[in-house]
């Protein structure tokens, strides 16, 4: 807080303070003394400012209920009574005059009551205020199309709905002798560095100025090189911006009255970088921040090196555009410095005039100035066509800055450095450009060097000014002063994965569960994974990952992964990858055909044989059990014994021969034919 004289105390009588607020607000006919007495008959006044209170309220809610109310003198318990009488959550207690019409100005209404050394300022504050709107110097084509407002309670509250912390600090000052206005010093308490907060506070305390009425007093109070042509604080109007600053570590200041907000510190990549950069992909986040970092030296040097090249350096030039240059030069009477000064000072003229214009007429005075004044110019032989051609493409280079300060400090620059190049050359350009850089290197912004973090370099903030990294890449904060309490921002391991990189990925010729068999199977079918608690007299369904392409009315090979747990009389034996090794006959298959996944058979199996591969069954197998992949059968097995892993049973079997996976059986099927 700035130093203040001593505060004069409110007087418990209640004729002295009216007497002495009247002396403060003579000649002050907005200013309202309401005079009223209490219910016990206790003299009391209410004053307020006609304009900046809601009236209704006072009339309604606390004239007649004070009019109802007992209040004795000097009683302590009067602020307690009070609250309990009237509906108003803000009710704040003041013991300074000096106090009491600062809250006066900012639209309360002030309750004198006679016998009490205090009195009660109630925020009822209501006055014509300007709705959020979209910025429109900062407009974004995806992002909030919100921004700040005059109304500095309205962007504490904007600031309060996107950081929800009870971290998010807002410290309140009151500068200007005159105007008396609010400044809200804005930081995240464990993300802001200790030492910044500290230095902006001292800065802030130190101001002593009759009145604060825009952003920009303060900026100029405390900023680093006030000489400097660029802008060592960031001005911005969206709250997302300021919100994204805040979570880096850094400040904000907000102050009654205007929409702009202080960012600081800054730097001069910060600058160049827009909000929509970080809600786009990356991909083309990084593109059109390159294309705003040519397009910012196109603004800087484009006509210098022009003028430096015509002037004293032809032979750069190739000889078929030399000659058209110099032929549509040939009626030009200045030469080409005087050529650009004179373009460049017209189209920054045109410019400032269609801000200043209304909206309607504004862009129209712009554009079609530029057209008939370029093509008057060109006419009458005043300018070329070629440097026409130069200052329009700086112009349109300029336009890509996302901040108008920094902007307008580029366009200021120009003009010196085409000055140089006019009469030094290409020498005079470079010399202009080694300046800039050692201003820029020399240059802070509340201590943090201005090219961070390209000098000095950083190299994991590199990153974030070369391209925009993706979100899940951006783990750590800006070191902005070398001691950030908290510079971690997010976990490691947040990179999006496919599914079977999360799960460990999924077999092959796995099937999603629920899928049908794509032949028939009339007499039977097993779901995926399960087996059949029961008997199943004719076969079980299609195997997993590989539906059936034939009909298998008698004998269906169960799928692969759990065997069924009942009897199956005229069962059949799939197998995964060998057949068992026996005589096959090329004739039909009157009980059950085995086909397998990889080989199919080519004979007959004419009561089932069903070698697995994988564990030997635990039991008999009743007239052919084929148990599966993995799982034996327990049943019986009369007419065959159930073969164990790498044995084939001692019967006829179709043979070991190699088939196209999921082809069919090379022989006639009388009773059902099954291929995988």
């Not at 560095?193 to 305390?205: F, G, H």
């Not at 620059?413 to 009469?423: N, Q």
Request: glycine content about 12%; proline content about 9%; overall charge negative.
């Amino acid at each position: 807080m700035n130093a203040k004289a001593s505060l004069q105390p409110i007087s418990p009588m209640l004729a002295d303070n009216k007497k002495t607020l009247s002396g403060i607000y003579t000649k002050c006919n907005d200013v309202i003394f309401r005079d009223l007495r209490i219910g016990n008959g206790t003299d009391a006044f209410v004053l307020f400012i006609d304009g900046l209170v809601n009236v209704e309220v006072l009339d309604q809610h606390i004239i007649r209920a004070l009019q109802r109310e007992t209040v004795s003198m000097g009683d302590l318990n009067a602020r307690e009574k009070l609250e309990s009488t009237l509906s108003i959550s803000n009710l704040l207690t003041v013991d300074a005059v000096e106090d009491a019409c600062w809250h006066v100005g900012n639209g309360c209404i002030l309750l004198f009551i006679d016998g009490l050394s205090v009195c009660f300022a109630m925020g009822l504050a209501k006055w014509e205020k300007r709705a959020i709107e979209e910025p429109t110097a900062e407009a974004v084509v995806r992002g909030p199309r919100e921004g700040f407002t005059e109304t500095l309670s309205v962007n504490r509250a904007m600031l309060r709905r996107k950081i929800k912390t009870p971290a998010l600090k807002m410290v309140p000052y009151r500068l200007g002798r005159q105007t008396d206005t609010e400044v809200n010093l804005t930081y995240i308490e464990g993300t802001a560095s200790e030492s910044l907060v500290l230095e902006a506070n001292q800065r802030i305390s130190g101001i002593d100025i009759d009145g604060i009425l825009e952003s920009g007093y303060v900026e100029g109070l405390i900023e680093d090189s006030p000489f400097s042509p660029f802008p060592q604080m960031q001005v911005t109007e969206r709250p997302d911006v300021v919100s994204a600053a805040l979570l880096e570590g850094r400040i904000a200041i907000l102050v009654d009255g205007t929409p702009f907000v202080l960012i600081a510190p800054t730097t001069l990549f910060s600058m160049l970088q827009s909000p929509e950069d970080y809600y786009q992909r990356f991909y083309v986040g990084s593109l059109i921040r390159w294309l705003r970092y040519l397009f910012f030296v196109i603004t800087l040097v484009l006509p210098s090196l022009y003028v430096a090249i015509l002037t004293y350096h032809q032979e750069m030039v190739p000889t078929s555009l030399l000659l058209s240059i110099a032929k549509s030069r040939e009626d030009i009477p200045f030469p080409a410095l005087v050529e650009a000064l004179l373009m460049e000072v017209s189209f920054e003229a045109l410019r400032e005039a269609g801000v200043r214009l209304p909206k309607q007429v504004g862009a129209a005075v712009s554009i079609v100035g530029a057209l008939v004044i370029g093509q008057a110019a060109t006419s009458a032989g005043l300018v070329s066509a070629p440097m026409v051609m130069v200052v329009a493409i700086t112009g349109i280079a300029s336009f890509m800055m996302p901040q108008y300060s920094a902007g307008i400090a580029i366009r200021m620059l120009r003009f010196p450095i085409m000055i140089l190049s006019g009469v030094l050359g290409l020498l005079g350009l470079m010399l202009g450009i080694i300046f800039i850089v050692v201003h820029l290197c020399s240059l802070r912004s509340f201590g943090v060097p201005y090219l961070q973090p390209l000098a000095p370099m950083k190299g994991f903030e590199m990153k974030d000014v070369l391209m925009r990294p993706p979100i899940w890449m951006q783990r750590r904060r800006p070191s902005l002063t070398g001691n950030a309490p908290n510079p971690v921002r997010q976990v490691q391991g947040l990179k999006p994965k496919p599914p079977q990189d999360r799960t460990g990925g999924t077999s092959q010729g796995s099937e999603p569960q629920g899928s049908s068999p794509q032949g028939n199977a009339p007499q039977g079918n097993a779901p995926q994974g399960s087996a059949p608690q029961g008997n199943a007299p004719q076969g079980e369904g299609p195997q997993q990952g590989l539906a059936p392409q034939g009909n298998a009315p008698q004998g269906n090979a169960p799928q692969q992964g759990f065997a069924p747990q009942g009897n199956a009389p005229q069962g059949e034996g799939p197998q995964q990858g060998l057949a068992p090794q026996g005589n096959a006959s090329q004739g039909n298959a009157p009980q059950g055909n085995a086909p397998q996944q990889g080989f199919a058979p080519q004979g007959n199996a004419p009561q089932g044989e069903g070698p697995q591969q994988g564990l030997a069954p635990q039991g008999n197998a009743s007239q052919g059990n084929a148990p599966q992949q993995g799982n034996a059968a327990q049943g019986q097995a009369p007419q065959g014994g159930g073969p164990q892993q790498g044995l084939a049973p001692q019967g006829n079997a179709p043979q070991q021969g190699n088939a196209p996976q999921g082809g069919e059986s090379q022989g006639n099927a009388s009773q059902g034919t099954e291929t995988t």
